[in-house]
Nanobody, 121 residues
Framework: QVQLVESGGGLVQPGGSLRLSCAAS????????MGWYRQAPGKQRELVAS???????NYVDSTKGRFTISRDNTKNTVYLQMNSLEPADTAVYYC???????????????WGQGTQVTVSS
């Protein structure tokens, strides 16, 4: 089991920046994929960015060039640097850890508590 603790959300003006942090209870090198999802009011939860244990990154099209996912293996922490924020980025952001114990097994997902990001003037 993996516990995830998020921080870094808040209120920011359009064009501003925030950095979200997600601290895991175990080595993130032992977790197949770490990622950030977000859910806006009335919307489905969507993947924003992810990073695998081997360093492969994936971004949703709307955030490419603005958001950067990174990790600090010594701190078991994954970050989401968000620049040039837009009102459309307003959502609750959730940290996700996905584990695959065996190649044939179904993935197990663990979630943080969520942190609110509000982009408004």
């Amino acid at each position: 089991q993996v516990q995830l603790v998020e921080s870094g959300g808040g209120l920011v003006q359009p064009g501003g920046s925030l950095r979200l942090s997600c601290a895991a209870s175990k080595s993130i090198l032992s977790i197949n994929t770490m990622g950030w999802y977000r859910q806006a009011p009335g919307k489905q939860r969507e993947l924003v960015a992810s990073i695998t244990s081997t360093g492969r990154r994936n971004y949703v099209d709307s955030t490419k060039g603005r958001f950067t996912i990174s990790r600090d293996n010594t701190k078991n922490t994954v970050y989401l640097q968000m620049n040039s924020l837009e009102p459309a980025d307003t959502a609750v952001y959730y940290c996700n850890a996905r584990e695959v114990l065996w190649s044939w097994s179904t993935p197990r997902d663990y979630w943080g508590q969520g942190t609110q990001v509000t982009v408004s003037s």
